[in-house]
């Protein structure tokens, strides 16, 4: 599979933007999928997770309750809605797909098998 992310942009704290990630290939709803992101000088870490058909949700605790993942497997796309932005989430979001499923495990970046080019967000004061 193969990804392409965007969305990405220039905003205030407390806006919201909405990424996206369309996926090639016939096979999409076989692989689970995932958002990292990765600020300068640190390393990619994991953002929220999304089994195959989208029944589980995973998100790391810093945006709970702020950001959304969801997935459209009719048209191979998966989506990160992020509301209440702030200045700590400046960074590149890449799209991840990882054959099989995701589970609250697979928040590491070996446990994905493919990965979008990154679109940057950057959030302002």
């Known amino acids: 599979v193969q990804l392409q992310a965007s969305g990405g942009g220039l905003v205030q704290a407390g806006d919201s933007l909405t990424l996206s990630c369309e996926a090639s290939?016939?096979?999409?709803?076989?692989?689970?999928m995932g958002w990292f992101r990765q600020a300068p000088g640190k390393d990619r870490v994991f953002v929220a997770g999304?089994?195959?058909?989208?029944?589980?949700?995973y998100y790391t605790d810093s945006v709970k309750g702020r950001f959304t993942i969801s997935r459209d497997n009719a048209k191979n796309t998966v989506h990160l809605q992020m509301n209440s932005l702030k200045l700590e989430d400046t960074a590149l979001y890449y799209c991840?797909?990882?054959?099989?499923?995701?589970?609250?495990?697979?928040?590491?970046?070996?446990?994905?098998?493919?990965w979008g080019q990154g679109t940057q967000v950057t959030v302002s004061s």
């Open positions: 991840a797909a990882r054959w099989g499923t995701v589970t609250p495990e697979t928040i590491f970046p070996a446990n994905y098998n493919a």
């Open positions: 290939g016939r096979t999409f709803s076989s692989y689970g």
């Open positions: 999304i089994t195959w058909n989208g029944d589980r949700t």
